[in-house]
């Protein structure tokens, strides 16, 4: 059975720091991308960061870029996100995803393309 676990959210005042990680299990998804999206109350899922299977490339959403850095580790099936100069407006579940097909790529985050999806960390920002 497929698996992704995130962990690593809590609550941390603005300005402040904080690392998901997303481990995965069951199978490999070492030519999988990989991505991190959230969901705020009331608005709809976004993307948030997404990394190609090679680690090469990478997508950050506007909002985030600068400050949130998404990495990974095939050898051990995790991704990575570091979140820094958090704001009240990144309170969100945050979920990690991994894509159907192999070598996807991340110039477009498209949620459609992502079938395994984590159960999602909560995420608040106090300002």
């Known amino acids: 059975q497929v698996q992704l676990a995130e962990s690593g959210g809590g609550l941390v005042q603005a300005g402040g720091s904080l690392r998901l990680s997303c481990a995965a299990s069951?199978?490999?998804?070492?030519?999988?991308?990989l991505a991190w999206f959230r969901q705020a109350p009331g608005k709809e899922r976004e993307p948030v960061a997404a990394?190609?299977?090679?680690?090469?490339?990478?997508y950050y959403a506007d909002s985030v870029k600068g400050r949130f850095t998404i990495s990974r580790d095939n050898a051990k099936n995790t991704v990575y996100l570091q979140m820094n100069s958090l704001k009240s407006e990144d309170t969100a579940v945050y979920y990690c995803?991994?894509?159907?097909?192999?070598?996807?790529?991340?110039?477009?985050?498209?949620?459609?393309?992502?079938?395994?999806w984590g159960q999602g960390t909560q995420v608040t920002v106090s300002s």
């Open positions: 990394i190609s299977w090679s680690g090469e490339s990478t």
């Open positions: 069951g199978r490999t998804f070492s030519s999988n991308a």
């Open positions: 995803a991994a894509t159907s097909a192999v070598f996807v790529p991340v110039r477009n985050v498209r949620s459609d393309d992502y079938l395994y």
